[in-house]
């Protein structure tokens, strides 16, 4: 945590230390791959970190506002211990990337502030830059306000850190704790230790995040906290992330370096039954509240957009937003082998209709050149059929736009999305999920093109869009 000498900051680190092992202090699974790193269990280390919350931080809202923050036993064995146990041969940290997925109201942002102070101020880490990212400002803050409040309910730290508005400060060890501002891309001298992430289920792509990862080459244990609660599926860079935790998690990765934490139902459980929220919910009965969740259910059972919100941010399944989900294992279940001949008899007689959508998958190939005529194509059949109103031209506007933006050809890509924006504003509604998917890929073409406040404005109102269908 701090150079020898130190004085108040290391005093934290050495009565933390202080706990001894107990038989619930298990030594947690090894990580795959560990051996190979000459990975070892430090159960000191592993006991300073849990005996820090309780000793250390407070929960800052609520009915536990105030009260020492005891770690739920997920937390500690799947969590803390785990992360700040296992040790490489020459004594750094061997798990070097957290991915917390959990549904809402589970503890995650508490959690990882309280962490983030720990890399601030009892980490051994002279220069300490621990950030808090997200795609907008305003929820990059949760988790550093949050830590803000937990340094101001603490005596011990009152006198050790500094707290600011858009900085908490360590003196003796000239460390920070900051959210990260959007214009990070654009900084000099970026030399971060600690990246706390939130709900990257939310994040289009991964830009911020490895610019952030790519400032950490000079650290010698950093640590990345990947926080989230399921999003839709099969949509950007979170869903990416959550792909790989679960390859990682059921062995076909092996990387000791990260830990995968997942608490999820199943695509096949029964949503209504009360057994399966627990899955999903290790806080169910502690922060999530049953009674909470039964009323949800019982609303949800007689609406369909509201079930699938349960599912996403109750259950952690991944699902699409505005519309009746279609499970993962459903959509997984039309793949495989095809008897063609059995299609075409069973087919016969009757009216048939196929596609391919061959302009995406020569977009997601990086064949740029073969995709731009196919979507001109498209977008001129649907307008000579359809109208050049219709939400389908909207559609093919729109990803003629992305195309173009990809390509770095932003003047032809920026009329293309105001055009597609009014006419899903129109055709749909001003706050259909479609809109706030256009109005994301717009902010992302404005800052590229240095126009940061007003990207950021229509940030503002899709995360308002968004936040009207997860209630």
């Keep these: 945590m701090t150079r020898k000498g130190s004085t108040r900051a290391a005093g934290a680190r050495r009565k933390s230390r202080g706990d001894t092992q107990s038989p619930l202090n298990a030594t947690p699974p090894m990580p795959p791959g560990g051996r190979q790193l000459g ?21 800052t809202e609520g009915e536990w506002a105030g009260q020492p923050f005891e770690l739920q036993p997920w937390q500690r064995d799947r969590v803390i211990r785990p992360l700040f146990g296992w040790k490489r041969a020459d004594k750094t940290r061997l798990i070097r990337t957290v991915y917390l997925e959990v549904a809402k109201k589970n503890g995650k942002s508490e959690l990882a502030g309280g962490i983030g102070i720990i890399m601030l101020c009892a980490d051994n880490e002279y220069g300490a830059q621990v950030y808090c990212t997200a795609i907008d400002k305003d929820q990059a803050k949760i988790t550093f306000n949050k830590s803000c409040r937990m340094v101001g309910l603490s005596e011990p730290l009152k006198g050790v850190l500094e707290v600011y508005k858009t900085a908490i400060f360590c003196p003796e060890l000239m ?33 911020l995040f490895q610019v952030v990862h790519d400032g950490f080459a000079g650290r010698r244990q950093p640590l990345e906290v990947l926080m989230t609660t399921a999003g839709e599926y099969h949509y950007g860079w979170g869903w990416e992330q959550h792909e790989y935790a679960l390859k990682v998690r059921d062995g076909l990765i092996e ?26 919910n290790p806080n169910l009965g502690v922060s999530v509240k ?7 259910v019982a609303k949800a059972k007689h609406n369909e957009t509201l079930e699938g919100n349960f599912k996403r941010f109750h259950l952690d399944l991944w699902t699409s937003i505005g519309a009746k989900p279609i499970s993962v294992k459903d959509w997984r279940a039309c793949t495989g082998d095809l008897d063609v001949d059995a299609l075409a008899k069973s087919l016969e007689g009757r009216d048939c209709y196929g596609g391919l959508d061959l302009a995406s998958l020569y977009y997601a190939q990086g064949r740029y050149a073969e995709a731009e005529p196919l979507l001109k194509r498209a977008l001129a059949i649907k307008e ?9 031209v909207a559609t093919s506007l729109n990803g003629l ?18 055009r597609a924006l009014a006419i899903w504003e129109k055709a749909l509604d001003p706050e259909h999920p479609n809109v706030a998917k256009a109005l994301l890929n717009y902010a992302v073409l404005l800052r590229a093109t240095g126009r940061s406040d007003e990207a950021e404005r229509i940030e503002t109102r899709a995360k308002a869009i968004r936040a009207k269908y997860t209630r």
């Design 290 to 296: 049953v009674d909470f969740l039964k009323g949800q």
């Design 255 to 280: 990387d000791p370096s990260f830990l995968p934490v997942i608490f999820a139902a199943e695509e096949d459980d029964d949503w209504t039954d009360e057994k399966v929220w627990a899955k999903a």
């Design 384 to 392: 000579k059929v359809l109208g050049s109103e219709h939400p389908s």
């Design 175 to 207: 460390a920070s704790f900051k959210p990260l501002s959007s214009n990070i891309a654009t900084k000099y001298g970026f030399n971060p230790s600690c990246n706390l992430a939130d709900e990257t289920h939310a994040w289009r792509d991964g830009t």
């Design 401 to 418: 736009a992305v195309l173009y933006q990809a390509k770095g050809r932003y003047a032809e890509a920026e009329p293309l999305y105001r």
């Design 39 to 59: 990975a070892w269990f430090d159960h000191a280390s592993a006991s300073a970190a849990c005996a820090f919350f309780p000793r250390f931080l407070r929960f």
